[in-house]
């Protein structure tokens, strides 16, 4: 569930947390931060064959903490920060000591962002909403 909630963080709302929160513990790298490519797949119409719709850019990054907690991140782009700092508050969040100032400071923050913007498409996709009614016609009665 975190990590659901880091991919969508930004770089901006990640640099705020992390100077909220204020000084991170030390950490190291199971994995650098790096950037590949990963393919995307696709089905016409959501059934039938699946087919190569293109590739799409992808930065991942592993780190343990100094107190042996692990993290991961992945999110579309190539900002290798962005991909360490989302890994290094997915590990904070699975510690105990530091679970709560993670969710204060980053989380629950980008959850309220993103239910903000779910709420302004759900509002702007209303208005197009067309209602249809049968209406029943003599022949149809017998």
Known sequence: M???ILVEATAAELAEAEGAIGPLP?????RSPEAGLV???GRVGGAGASFNI??????RCLVVTE???E???YHLGRDLARAEKAALFEALSRDADWRDKVEAALLAPVR????GEREAAAAKTAGTRV???TMVRGEDQR
Do not use: D, I, N
Not at 54 to 59: F, I, L, W
Not at 112 to 115: G, H, Q, T, V, Y
């Open 2 to 4: 975190t990590m659901s």
């Open 26 to 30: 030390g950490f190291r790298h199971l």
């Open 39 to 41: 393919m995307l797949r």
């Open 54 to 59: 293109g590739e799409a850019t992808v930065t």
């Open 67 to 69: 107190a042996g907690t």
């Open 71 to 73: 993290g991961a991140a």
């Open 112 to 115: 309220e962002r993103l239910a």
């Open 131 to 133: 209602e249809f009614f």
